[in-house]
């Protein structure tokens, strides 16, 4: 079950990556909106992917090591 914990982690951190560089690229040529939503909005929401990937990933080292 860890291992499918660190692993889901490694996944949601690299959709959170991918989202953060899209939506800072799209901000960066000039474009506000994507999809309906503000760009910085979902640069925002890449990070929060991102959060949540690094805490996974945590939590799968802790419970490995001890």
């Known amino acids: 079950m860890d291992k499918i914990i660190a692993q889901g982690g490694n996944i949601v951190g690299?959709?959170?990556v991918l989202l953060t560089a899209v939506?800072?690229?799209a901000?960066?040529?000039g474009h506000f909106y994507l999809g309906g939503f503000e760009s910085m909005t979902v640069f925002l929401g890449?990070?929060?992917v991102m959060l949540i990937g690094c805490?996974?990933?945590l939590h799968g080292l802790i419970r490995q090591r001890g």
Do not use: E, F, I, Y
């Open 23 to 25: 939506a800072g690229g």
């Open 46 to 48: 890449g990070m929060g």
């Open 27 to 29: 901000r960066v040529l």
């Open 14 to 16: 690299l959709a959170g």
């Open 55 to 57: 805490v996974a990933m």
